[in-house]
């Protein structure tokens, strides 16, 4: 079993940056790639960035390529989630899932931006 706990969450003025992090405990061992996910209201959950844990390769979104960066740092089972010049359309809840085999989500945590 695997739990993931996302937060650094908030409300940002369009333009600012934000770190999100996603922190894994349980049989880590067993996970393959980290993803974080995105959902608005109204729509969809979408994919938003991975990451790799036998080489670190990242993988992004083409909407945020360029402006968001993720990362781990394996000392804490934590991946995190660079975001800068936010849009308000980046507004959603972010999902933070774990690859170990199956899927294994957070809670989510709230992004807001304002424009």
């Known amino acids: 079993q695997v739990h993931v706990v996302e937060s650094g969450g908030r409300l940002v003025q369009a333009g600012g940056s934000l770190r999100l992090a996603c922190a894994a405990s349980?049989?880590?061992?067993?996970?393959?790639?980290i993803r974080w996910f995105r959902q608005a209201p109204g729509k969809e959950r979408e994919f938003v960035a991975a990451i790799r844990r036998s080489d670190s390769r990242p993988n992004y979104a083409d909407s945020v390529k360029g402006r968001f960066t993720i990362s781990r740092d394996s000392t804490k089972n934590t991946v995190y989630l660079q975001m800068s010049s936010l849009k308000p359309e980046d507004t959603a809840v972010y999902y933070c899932?774990?690859?170990?085999?199956?899927?294994?989500w957070g809670q989510g945590t709230q992004v807001t931006v304002s424009s």
């Open positions: 899932a774990a690859d170990a085999g199956a899927l294994y």
């Open positions: 349980g049989r880590t061992f067993n996970i393959y790639t």
